[in-house]
């Protein structure tokens, strides 16, 4: 092969890998943003519902004006039940599901963004935020949906193995779908 042609080569399969770098960057936007939306539904809904629900009545007397009010002393209609009931898990299902929140609006106004993708750092940023997105939902859940510290744990373990499953059953359909691609057609 001369010269001309091994660069016309070159510049064809340069060309087309950045056709296909494009499409898979726009496919995984498009699965990013479905993820961030449905994270960012189910905590606003779990924060608007906490596990246990709300009291439905007051039983404590309103504090008088100027004297403080301290936990424990009863409830107020409104008040969620978990809070009164073990504060513990309480503070730690709202500090996830808040982590959760959060995380999964940043990475809806990261995707918004096409610069987001044109810089690694970016990229990596975004997989970080995903990352902590979902650990964080996932503290949330195994502590809104247990009782016992034993319960949790054992949630916590299961779907953290279950994600690591997910994630290679992903790698490995990924890395099929790459080696049907790179083969020649017979």
Not at 163 to 176: P, W
């Amino acid at each position: 092969m001369s010269s001309p042609q091994v660069q016309s080569t070159v510049a064809a399969e340069t060309e087309e890998r950045a056709v296909q770098q494009e499409e898979w960057l726009r496919e995984m936007r498009g699965s990013l943003m479905v993820v961030a939306v449905l994270v960012a539904s189910v905590t606003y809904t779990a924060g608007l519902n906490p596990p246990g629900g709300f009291w439905q009545e007051d039983m404590a007397a309103r504090p008088v004006k100027g004297e403080p009010f301290f936990r424990g002393q009863g409830h107020f209609a409104g008040d969620p039940v978990l809070r009164d009931k073990n504060y513990n898990r309480f503070a730690t299902f709202l500090a996830g599901n808040t982590v959760a929140f959060a995380q999964s609006l940043v990475i809806i106004i990261m995707l918004v963004f096409r610069s987001t993708f044109r810089d690694h750092r970016w990229l990596y940023l975004l997989r970080v935020y995903v990352v902590v997105d979902v650990s964080a939902l996932v503290v949330a859940y195994a502590v809104g949906s247990t009782r016992e510290p034993y319960d949790v744990l054992f949630s916590v373990f299961i779907l953290v193995v279950l994600t690591i499953l997910c994630a290679a059953a992903a790698t490995f359909v990924i890395r099929c779908r790459r080696s049907r691609r790179r083969r020649p057609q017979q």
